[in-house]
């Protein structure tokens, strides 16, 4: 099978997804020919940064490259796909909620290039440990996404888009409902004054046990021992944070199930 070699790469969106793809291609030996981003200051600044020209008009983007990549929010893809009219190479997009069909009308060649991280652009990260999930419109259109994704990361991993949708809710609740509960903490030791760092050790030593082993096995804890006397008393403290005690006490219970 002879597939469609890129060497090209044209990137909608300048954000946190983008900042760090488009140096990696960069660094792996793409050339990126053009940088998009609805605020043209951010396409400016990531251009600089991997030798490509950021582009004003959208519909540029298409002019010399082989593959063109959309990262930009869920609810913004379609719009962007659209503006970029009619394109012979591969389009894909990122997102882990957005479905391949979303690209099925107005394009050949597309697919998904999904990497499974939370990115920000002033943390530096290493992309050959991030797994990267892949979908595309057909089997020469997966076999040359595939061998983009294989410059990035040895962890590639096939997937169809309703797979992608429950990886992304995993995602979810691994990264973000996590950091949410993070944040509650600092809350609390924030109104007593006392530094964050206090709870570094304990989240370093949860996460690391979680890595290494079942979580199910790791779970520590009042609700794991079902100790009614302390949660009530935790129920109590919270009083005072109303949206918290509500939280407190759906995963208090959600524990129990899991243990009783």
């Given at each position: 099978?002879?597939?469609?070699?890129?060497?090209?790469?044209?990137?909608?969106?300048?954000?946190?997804?983008?900042?760090?793809?488009?140096?990696?291609?960069?660094?792996?030996?793409?050339?990126?020919t053009g940088i998009w981003s609805k605020d043209?200051?951010?396409?400016?600044?990531?251009?600089?940064?991997?030798?490509?020209?950021?582009?004003?008009?959208?519909?540029?983007?298409?002019?010399?490259?082989?593959?063109?990549?959309?990262?930009?929010?869920?609810?913004?893809?379609?719009?962007?796909?659209?503006?970029?009219?009619?394109?012979?190479?591969?389009?894909?997009?990122?997102?882990?909620?957005?479905?391949?069909?979303?690209?099925?009308?107005?394009?050949?060649?597309?697919?998904?290039?999904?990497?499974?991280?939370?990115?920000?652009?002033?943390?530096?990260?290493?992309?050959?440990?991030?797994?990267?999930?892949?979908?595309?419109?057909?089997?020469?259109?997966?076999?040359?996404?595939?061998?983009?994704?294989?410059?990035?990361?040895?962890?590639?991993?096939?997937?169809?888009?309703?797979?992608?949708?429950?990886?992304?809710?995993?995602?979810?609740?691994?990264?973000?409902?996590?950091?949410?509960?993070?944040?509650?903490?600092?809350?609390?030791?924030?109104?007593?004054?006392?530094?964050?760092?206090?709870?570094?050790?304990?989240?370093?030593?949860?996460?690391?046990?979680?890595?290494?082993?079942?979580?199910?096995?790791?779970?520590?804890?009042?609700?794991?021992?079902?100790?009614?006397?302390?949660?009530?008393?935790?129920?109590?403290?919270?009083?005072?944070?109303?949206?918290?005690?509500?939280?407190?006490?759906?995963?208090?219970?959600?524990?129990?199930?899991?243990?009783?």
């Amino acid at each position: 099978m002879q597939t469609y070699c890129i060497k090209n790469i044209a990137m909608a969106g300048a954000g946190n997804i983008s900042w760090h793809l488009a140096k990696a291609l960069h660094s792996c030996g793409f050339r990126i020919t053009g940088i998009w981003s609805k605020d043209y200051t951010n396409a400016v600044s990531l251009a600089a940064s991997c030798e490509a020209t950021p582009i004003p008009d959208i519909s540029s983007l298409r002019d010399g490259a082989d593959l063109i990549i959309i990262a930009v929010p869920d609810n913004a893809i379609a719009e962007v796909a659209r503006k970029i009219g009619q394109f012979e190479g591969i389009i894909v997009h990122t997102a882990g909620s957005v479905h391949l069909d979303v690209f099925a009308s107005s394009f050949n060649k597309y697919g998904v290039l999904y990497p499974l991280q939370t990115f920000s652009k002033e943390i530096a990260l290493e992309m050959a440990e991030v797994p990267v999930f892949l979908e595309a419109s057909d089997t020469e259109t997966m076999q040359s996404i595939k061998e983009v994704a294989l410059k990035l990361s040895q962890k590639i991993y096939e997937t169809n888009s309703n797979q992608r949708l429950k990886l992304h809710v995993a995602a979810v609740f691994a990264g973000n409902y996590s950091n949410v509960l993070y944040t509650i903490s600092n809350k609390i030791l924030g109104d007593m004054h006392f530094p964050r760092e206090v709870l570094h050790p304990l989240i370093s030593a949860t996460a690391s046990k979680a890595l290494k082993n079942d979580p199910l096995l790791m779970q520590t804890g009042p609700a794991r021992r079902n100790d009614i006397i302390t949660l009530d008393k935790h129920l109590a403290v919270l009083a005072s944070y109303p949206e918290y005690a509500e939280l407190y006490r759906l995963l208090a219970n959600l524990i129990r199930e899991n243990y009783i």
